[in-house]
Nanobody, 125 residues
Framework: QVQLVESGGGLLQPGESLRLSCKVS????????MGWFRQAPGKEREGISI????????YYADSVKGRFTISRDNAKNTVYLQMNNLRPEDTGVYYC??????????????????WGQGTLVIVSS
């Protein structure tokens, strides 16, 4: 059974840092592109970052470029999102996803079909 479980969310003040983790099981992480997404209150889900299965190439939305870093550790079946200099507009539920299974959301030309349940990040002073 394919599972993606995000963790690491919390309540932070502007300027603080946080690292999210996405532990996967039921499939071999090595073979899939992975992404992080978020959905702010009252807004549509948006793509944040992608890390490819080959060469570990990374891509970022303009809103997080220079502040967020995506990484993966295939041996640990885990994908990370390091978030620095957090802003109130970063508030939302953060999801990780794999390009596995029937596509549900497309970002930068990659269709993501398997999703975690999300972890909530609140940035507020």
């Amino acid at each position: 059974q394919v599972q993606l479980v995000e963790s690491g969310g919390g309540l932070l003040q502007p300027g603080e840092s946080l690292r999210l983790s996405c532990k996967v099981s039921g499939f071999t992480l090595d073979y899939y592109n992975m992404g992080w997404f978020r959905q702010a209150p009252g807004k549509e889900r948006e793509g944040i970052s992608i890390i490819t299965r080959d060469d570990f190439l990374t891509y970022y939305a303009d809103s997080v470029k220079g502040r967020f870093t995506i990484s993966r550790d295939n041996a640990k079946n885990t994908v990370y999102l390091q978030m620095n200099n957090l802003r109130p507009e970063d508030t939302g539920v953060y999801y990780c996803a794999a390009d596995l299974g029937p596509p549900k959301f497309s970002f930068l030309g990659i269709d993501f079909g398997s999703w975690g349940q999300g972890t909530l990040v609140i940035v507020s002073s």
